[in-house]
Protein backbone atom coordinates (compact mmCIF):
# COMPACT_ATOMS: atom_id res chain seq x y z
CA UNK A 1 0.00 0.00 0.00
CA UNK A 2 1.63 3.38 -1.29
CA UNK A 3 2.13 5.90 2.02
CA UNK A 4 2.37 9.75 1.11
CA UNK A 5 4.26 11.72 3.65
CA UNK A 6 4.20 15.57 3.45
CA UNK A 7 7.01 17.73 5.38
CA UNK A 8 8.17 21.18 4.96
CA UNK A 9 5.49 23.22 6.39
CA UNK A 10 5.49 26.26 9.25
CA UNK A 11 4.87 29.02 10.70
CA UNK A 12 6.14 32.16 8.24
CA UNK A 13 5.13 35.70 7.89
CA UNK A 14 3.12 37.39 4.81
CA UNK A 15 5.08 37.13 1.71
CA UNK A 16 7.56 34.45 3.11
CA UNK A 17 8.38 31.37 1.28
CA UNK A 18 8.22 27.50 2.23
CA UNK A 19 8.64 24.62 0.33
CA UNK A 20 6.69 21.30 1.01
CA UNK A 21 7.86 18.09 0.11
CA UNK A 22 5.76 14.82 -0.71
CA UNK A 23 8.14 11.41 -0.25
CA UNK A 24 6.18 7.93 -1.39
CA UNK A 25 6.67 4.44 -1.37
CA UNK A 26 7.99 3.10 -4.42
CA UNK A 27 7.86 5.19 -7.98
CA UNK A 28 4.71 6.51 -8.12
CA UNK A 29 5.93 10.50 -7.53
CA UNK A 30 8.16 9.94 -10.30
CA UNK A 31 5.58 8.76 -13.03
CA UNK A 32 2.42 9.21 -12.13
CA UNK A 33 -0.01 12.80 -12.15
CA UNK A 34 0.01 14.09 -8.48
CA UNK A 35 -1.29 17.06 -6.78
CA UNK A 36 -1.05 19.11 -4.31
CA UNK A 37 -4.70 19.99 -1.73
CA UNK A 38 -5.42 21.89 1.27
CA UNK A 39 -7.70 22.10 4.12
CA UNK A 40 -8.10 25.39 6.41
CA UNK A 41 -9.89 25.11 9.42
CA UNK A 42 -13.18 24.62 8.78
CA UNK A 43 -13.27 24.41 5.08
CA UNK A 44 -13.77 21.67 2.75
CA UNK A 45 -10.50 20.31 1.33
CA UNK A 46 -9.10 22.06 -1.91
CA UNK A 47 -7.06 21.34 -5.19
CA UNK A 48 -3.91 23.61 -5.04
CA UNK A 49 -1.72 22.51 -8.16
CA UNK A 50 -2.01 19.57 -10.21
CA UNK A 51 0.97 18.09 -12.61
CA UNK A 52 0.88 15.55 -14.99
CA UNK A 53 3.22 12.29 -16.10
CA UNK A 54 4.77 14.49 -18.53
CA UNK A 55 5.38 17.67 -16.29
CA UNK A 56 2.51 19.97 -17.60
CA UNK A 57 0.87 22.15 -14.63
CA UNK A 58 -1.99 23.30 -13.68
CA UNK A 59 -2.73 25.93 -10.59
CA UNK A 60 -5.81 26.95 -8.46
CA UNK A 61 -6.48 30.19 -9.63
CA UNK A 62 -5.73 31.54 -6.02
CA UNK A 63 -1.86 30.57 -6.05
CA UNK A 64 -1.30 30.76 -9.97
CA UNK A 65 1.93 32.83 -9.95
CA UNK A 66 2.78 32.28 -6.81
CA UNK A 67 3.21 28.33 -5.84
CA UNK A 68 5.09 26.28 -8.20
CA UNK A 69 4.48 22.31 -8.59
CA UNK A 70 7.37 20.49 -9.43
CA UNK A 71 9.19 16.83 -9.16
CA UNK A 72 13.09 15.84 -8.14
CA UNK A 73 12.75 12.27 -9.74
CA UNK A 74 16.25 11.50 -8.47
CA UNK A 75 14.81 11.55 -4.68
CA UNK A 76 11.48 10.17 -5.91
CA UNK A 77 9.76 13.79 -4.40
CA UNK A 78 7.07 15.66 -5.13
CA UNK A 79 7.53 19.24 -4.22
CA UNK A 80 5.48 22.59 -4.19
CA UNK A 81 7.56 25.65 -4.09
CA UNK A 82 4.88 28.44 -2.13
CA UNK A 83 5.79 32.62 -2.55
CA UNK A 84 4.70 35.65 -1.75
CA UNK A 85 2.21 33.76 1.28
CA UNK A 86 -0.36 35.58 2.68
CA UNK A 87 -2.81 34.47 5.75
CA UNK A 88 -5.38 33.13 3.54
CA UNK A 89 -2.66 30.24 2.61
CA UNK A 90 -3.30 28.93 5.77
CA UNK A 91 -4.22 25.07 5.92
CA UNK A 92 -2.91 21.89 6.43
CA UNK A 93 -1.43 21.04 2.82
CA UNK A 94 -1.61 17.32 1.69
CA UNK A 95 -0.64 15.13 -1.92
CA UNK A 96 -2.44 12.92 -3.30
CA UNK A 97 -3.63 12.22 -7.25
CA UNK A 98 -5.33 14.64 -9.24
CA UNK A 99 -9.11 14.95 -8.86
CA UNK A 100 -10.06 12.57 -11.91
CA UNK A 101 -7.78 9.64 -10.65
CA UNK A 102 -8.37 6.89 -8.30
CA UNK A 103 -6.28 8.51 -4.54
CA UNK A 104 -4.29 6.88 -2.34
CA UNK A 105 -4.78 6.75 1.40
CA UNK A 106 -4.19 10.32 2.64
CA UNK A 107 -1.26 11.04 4.71
CA UNK A 108 -1.10 13.45 7.81
CA UNK A 109 -0.38 16.50 5.95
CA UNK A 110 1.69 19.37 6.93
CA UNK A 111 0.41 22.56 8.27
CA UNK A 112 1.14 25.87 7.09
CA UNK A 113 0.24 28.79 8.70
CA UNK A 114 0.81 32.15 7.42
CA UNK A 115 1.22 35.30 10.29
CA UNK A 116 0.24 38.94 8.77
Do not use: H
Amino acid sequence: QVQLVESGGGLVQAGGSLRLSCAASGTILSINAMAWYRQAPGKQRELVATITGGGSTNYADSVKGRFTISRDNAKNTLLLQMNSLKPEDTAVYYCNAPPTFSKYSWGQGTQVTVSS
